[in-house]
């Protein structure tokens, strides 16, 4: 059974940081590229970053030099480093594999349960 647990979310003020982490059990995650998506209210999910098993990476626009993306496999751990946060960056944030090595788009899969990121101004 797969599972994806995210954990870190929290309060934070504008400017700050936190870290989000993501363990996997189920899978092989060493062989499975990974992201991490978010949901703000009213708006639809959208990707973050993503990371491929040979950690190659990749950012959304509105993301790039704030947060790094990266992944632990020895932990079985996905993480989100998130700096000079933004009020605009508040959602909560998901966990996402691929069932390939690289993040092609037609093979995400499983989600996580998502952990809550809230700025404040």
């Known amino acids: 059974q797969v599972q994806l647990v995210e954990s870190g979310g929290g309060l934070v003020e504008a400017g700050g940081s936190l870290r989000l982490s993501c363990v996997a059990s189920?899978?092989?995650?060493?062989?499975?590229?990974m992201g991490w998506y978010r949901q703000a209210p009213g708006k639809q999910r959208e990707l973050v970053a993503e990371?491929?098993?040979?950690?190659?990476?990749r950012y959304a626009e509105p993301v790039k030099d704030r947060f790094t993306i990266s992944r632990e496999n020895a932990k079985n751990t996905l993480y989100l480093q998130m700096n000079s946060l933004k009020p605009e960056d508040t959602a909560v944030y998901y966990c996402?594999?691929?069932?390939?090595?690289?993040?092609?788009?037609?093979?995400?899969?499983?989600w996580g349960q998502g952990t809550q990121v809230t700025v404040s101004s």
């Open positions: 996402r594999r691929n069932s390939r090595s690289y993040y092609y788009s037609s093979t995400w899969e499983d």
């Open positions: 189920g899978i092989n995650f060493n062989s499975s590229a």
């Open positions: 990371i491929t098993t040979t950690e190659i990476t």
